[in-house]
């Protein structure tokens, strides 16, 4: 057999790359961590934040905190959605910012379901599907 063998996901230095953190390359769900002496639990079907943000749940809400500068673009987006499309995105609260920090947060609605990331990785993001 010559090539790779057909799989939903390929980890190799050309494809998901073995030496990153996979989970959050593919959505793979995260344990309970340890970070500062502390157990952080979990949040059922959540996957791994990027290293430049940090994602919290508080109560129904989702926050979203990095430095302004890599979430200007996604605040933008979230205070300009389109209304024809509106109902497919989660809500927006409100946006914070600390000018001093340079941090910003986008605090939004919690969606409960299926995550994107776990719809994409179990390839059920079809033509047929969204049509």
């Not at 390359?25 to 949040?43: F, M, R, S, V, Y």
């Not at 959540?46 to 749940?57: D, G, K, M, V």
Request: aromatic share 12%; charged share 25%; glycine share 6%.
């Amino acid at each position: 057999f010559f090539g790779k063998p057909y799989a939903d996901v390929y980890i190799d230095d050309s494809a998901i790359h073995a030496l990153i953190d996979t989970t959050k390359e593919i959505g793979w769900l995260l344990d309970d961590t340890i970070e500062n002496g502390q157990i952080k639990k979990a949040i059922k079907g959540f996957i791994s934040p990027r290293h430049f943000q940090t994602i919290e749940q508080l109560d129904n809400l989702i926050i979203k905190s990095s430095s302004t500068d890599y979430l200007k673009g996604e605040i933008y987006f979230y205070e300009n959605i389109p209304s024809s499309i509106s109902d497919l995105f989660p809500k927006l609260n409100r946006i914070e910012t600390n000018e001093d920090a340079e941090i910003s947060s986008i605090i939004m609605e919690r969606i409960y379901g299926v995550t994107f990331s776990h719809l994409f990785t179990n390839l059920c993001l079809t033509d047929g599907r969204l049509i």
